[in-house]
């Protein structure tokens, strides 16, 4: 079966499918009906440009999508990969991942659509040259050179200013792009291999920075544009403020949550590019179907016993169309919309049969009216399995349920799976009956399909995805993988209406749910530790290193005697574990012991090991697989599946430590138990009910997670237990918080300091030693410069600062320009022990394996005590 590229207009429909927290089949209220009908009327379009998830205006949004009714849709030139997660430990291309989703279900609350471009998020920038240079800025700008050709949209609204002001180099970034596109776009000349996909040249009315009042950065003037958006929605029952509020509380990765607006809110404007506008944004753009080209077309007439061909000008049609919608809107019954229908397919027929050049409109406007017909009549319709997963050429059973809920006559011509030809007898369905049938789908796509688009192949730089497929750039998710096509005659017209095959389940707890249908690998491959130390040291010279690697597979099917070989490669060499007979028991995770002894090599140059299984079937096909199949789940976006090769990195170098019991209290998204487990400490993870005088006192030390205090309120309470804890010998290391609800003095520490924004994002940037002398870079590891090499994405983030004298600072460290700081690791002596406030980013460097922070970390638990 050919895969086929699948149009933007599909695209848009999948959306529907995500209404707030999960993946369902798309139903409609009256008034919502209602309301896209008069959608129908609105033939203006605004697409709004920033960087990340989080930087669209959630008030403006809906009310450009549901009060002006403009087709509106943000593009996020990042997915938010470089961020912190506060809701697990997800990061990179994980958390991207998620909060593509979170967007995804916000534009499903704000009525909007939603792109990316194939930027990476490396981490905050603070200037676009940095962002614009680790980015390919050419290939950027073609993204969103592409997006404006595909949407064509009349305006364009830019987030940010492309200087300072931005607050961010990815924010400044963004709008410089954004500029240079609205241009470029309409230049015939920039990126034409884009146009042998179907767009054209374009040029938007204009381009508009949407100006703003954040924090202490007022950019807004009573001299610009301004426009009032929170409106009041009756059919909708909410202001734009409200729905602003739900639609931002989806980004909860970024703890994001907001009340619903009420009242007056109003937006500012400046023309940065194109016609400027001073009383509206749309100001000089026809809205209505007589922006449409029609062309002028040939009628065959009689005249005189002669037939001929008359040009006639089909404006007619136009006419012809408001006028049906007048109808519509004016005879539409709220308890009965299915009595529009015939009038509505009456219109379907004049739009689709109309002539115009303008095929982006006429073409979504038939995919909103379709939508719309559908509604109003009623009809039900969906494709489900009941297995979630399945192997490529298994056998998997589908459901096509069918229920029509109201009165109106129709007929299901057919029901068939896309690209299949077997279909399912001619139905007339009464009123309220169910109708299910089953059929008998066999896969033929493999695992690979699954994984998201962007990520199928390695990026082409660290600021880049590499993406193949131009059809693909701009979407926010993989097509589903098969769809079930119902065809359905209503008053003599025949629609095809396309549902994606979902794993449909009950939840004991949460009730009815769908999830995406997905294609798994035969066998799931991943190592652990991520991390393996080899050569670890207590205070005595003992080793503490656990010398063992665990390969871990997990069986998606289910053979007994298969012969196996495991190999274990690193670089150039490689060890191979072969000959084994095994059996794979289908849900079963089994597990092979092997000591890194006999797979590292200390004298290979590159120190990352990575494993491959060959398995030969009862058939004698021989299969490898060497791919980690990892699924990440949250109860507010749809389940997530994608596939990555599994490295283990070694560390030979010698890291010795101090003490033997760890206390941790969980953080957002920190993987520092996994560490202190490698470094040879017993980790206890504490909680409200643990952080007592008794439950401390055997701690050596106590590391609290990345933003602890942020999280946990029950923490600020723990406060005089904490400083017991010390003043009683033990050691506190509290990673990096920020200021929240305008608390700019936390009580954390024994003396007062204060968390600023300061961050150092260069992760070469030059590290100073301020205090060589002191403990934490000499006992009981020597630190040096080398140990600063390899770090990841930044060096540090939200300082201590302004720190009372008894506080120690023992490194500097800036960007390139700025002045040196040295709140990125600050410590203090109390009563017997010591406290320790760690902005350096430790919760990367761990995970990548860098010698430097596994020392600083043993030095930080083994500061002397008293």
Not at 347 to 373: A, F, G, H, P
Not at 780 to 785: L, T, Y
Not at 818 to 826: D, N, P, R, V
């Amino acid at each position: 079966m050919k895969r086929k590229n699948t149009s933007f207009l599909l695209f848009f429909c999948l959306l529907t499918y995500f209404t707030k927290a999960q993946i369902v089949p798309p139903t409609a209220s009256s008034s919502d009906i209602y309301q896209q009908l008069k959608k129908l009327n609105v033939l203006g379009s605004v697409l709004y440009i920033a960087a990340h998830p989080d930087d669209e205006n959630n008030g403006l949004l809906p009310y450009l999508a549901k009060e002006k009714l403009y087709r509106t849709a943000y593009l996020s030139l990042t997915r938010g990969d470089g961020g912190q997660n506060l809701i697990g430990p997800e990061q990179g291309i994980e958390l991207g991942m998620i909060r593509t989703h979170e967007l995804m279900a916000a534009r499903a609350i704000d009525g909007s659509e939603q792109y990316f471009s194939t930027a990476y998020e490396f981490g905050f920038s603070k200037s676009a040259e940095e962002a614009l240079r680790i980015w390919d800025r050419e290939r950027v700008l073609e993204d969103v050179v592409w997006m404006i050709r595909k949407f064509q949209p009349d305006i364009v609204v830019a987030r940010f200013p492309g200087d300072e002001r931005a607050g961010h180099g990815h924010h400044a970034a963004s709008a410089i792009i954004a500029n240079e596109a609205f241009e470029a776009a309409a230049d015939p000349n920039k990126f034409p291999d884009q146009f042998r996909y179907g767009v054209k040249p374009w040029k938007a009315k204009r381009i508009l920075w949407n100006t703003f009042n954040f924090g202490r950065t007022n950019t807004t003037s009573d001299n610009q544009l301004k426009m009032e958006v929170g409106a009041y929605n009756p059919l909708i029952g909410k202001s734009y403020g409200e729905l602003g509020g739900e639609a931002r509380s989806m980004h909860k990765s970024q703890a994001e949550g907001r009340p619903r607006r009420r009242g007056e809110v109003f937006e500012y404007f400046v023309t940065t590019g194109g016609d400027s506008a001073k009383t509206d944004i749309m100001e000089g753009i026809n809205t209505g179907w007589e922006r449409l080209k029609v062309d002028t077309v040939l009628q065959t007439v009689t005249t005189q016993g002669k037939t001929i061909s008359v040009p006639v000008n089909n404006k007619a049609q136009i006419d012809s169309i408001q006028l049906l919608l007048q109808q519509v809107l004016q005879q539409y019954d709220f308890k009965s919309p299915e009595k529009s229908v015939p009038v509505l397919v009456k219109l379907y027929r004049k739009i689709e049969s109309l002539k115009t050049s303008d095929q982006v409109w006429k073409s979504q406007k038939l995919k909103e009216l379709k939508e719309i017909i559908e509604f109003a009549s009623a009809l039900f319709v969906e494709a489900y399995t009941q297995q979630e997963t399945a192997l490529k050429g298994d056998s998997v059973r589908v459901s096509y349920f069918i229920n029509k809920r109201s009165d109106l006559p129709m007929k299901i011509r057919s029901v068939k799976m896309a690209d299949y030809q077997d279909t399912l007898m001619m139905l007339y369905p009464e009123k309220n009956k169910n109708y299910v049938f089953t059929k008998v789908l066999i896969p033929t796509y493999g695992a690979e399909m699954t994984q998201p688009y962007w990520l199928r192949q390695p990026k082409v730089r660290d600021g880049m995805f590499k993406v193949s497929d131009q059809i693909d750039v701009g979407k926010a998710w993989n097509d589903p993988l098969y769809h079930a096509v119902f065809t359905v005659e209503i008053d003599g017209y025949t629609f095809d209406l396309k549902k994606p095959v979902l794993y449909k389940y009950v939840d004991a707890e949460r009730g009815e749910l769908y999830q995406p249908f997905i294609i798994v690998p035969h066998i799931e491959l991943y190592m652990s530790p991520s991390v393996v130390l080899l050569n670890v040291k207590d205070e005595y010279g003992k080793s503490r290193s656990d010398s063992m690697l665990h390969v871990i597979y997990r069986s998606n099917f289910s053979q007994t005697g298969i012969m196996t070989d495991l190999t274990i490669r690193q670089e150039a060499v490689k060890s191979v574990i072969s000959g084994e007979k095994r059996s794979f028991v289908k849900g079963q995770r089994q597990i092979i012991d092997i000591p890194i002894s006999k797979v590292y090599n200390s004298k290979a140059p590159v120190k990352y090991l990575e494993a491959t299984m060959r398995i030969t079937t009862a058939e004698g096909k021989v299969l490898n697989f060497s791919d980690y199949f990892k699924a990440i789940k949250y109860d507010h976006i749809p389940n997530i599946h994608y596939a990555f090769r599994d490295y283990v990195k070694v560390i030979d170098s010698e890291i010795k430590v101090r003490g033997k019991k760890i206390g941790f209290i969980q953080g957002s998204g920190d993987v520092m138990p996994e560490a202190l487990k490698q470094m040879g400490y017993e980790v206890k993870v504490l909680d409200d009910a643990s952080v007592t005088d008794e439950g401390l006192k055997d701690l050596d030390a106590i590391i609290t997670g990345v933003r602890a205090y942020n999280i946990h309120e029950w923490l600020s309470g723990k406060y005089d237990v904490m400083m017991r804890y010390v003043q009683n010998g033990g050691n506190l290391i509290v990673q990096y918080n920020r200021n929240q609800g305008g608390v700019s003095n936390p009580k954390i520490g024994p003396y007062p300091f204060q968390i600023s924004s300061t961050r150092v994002t260069e992760e070469d940037a030059v590290v100073k030693f301020v205090q060589p002398q002191h403990p934490v870079l000499n006992y009981p590891n020597k630190i040096s410069q080398e140990d600063f090499n390899d770090w990841v994405q930044e060096r540090s983030t939200y300082q201590a600062d302004q720190f009372i004298g008894k506080y120690e600072a023992p490194l500097g460290m800036n960007d390139k320009g700025e002045k040196e700081s040295t709140g990125s690791l600050i410590t203090t002596k109390y009563g017997k022990g010591n406290f320790a406030y760690v902005s350096l980013v430790m919760f990367r460097q761990l995970p990548a394996g860098n010698p430097g922070a596994f020392k600083i970390l043993a030095n930080l638990i083994a500061l002397p005590k008293q």
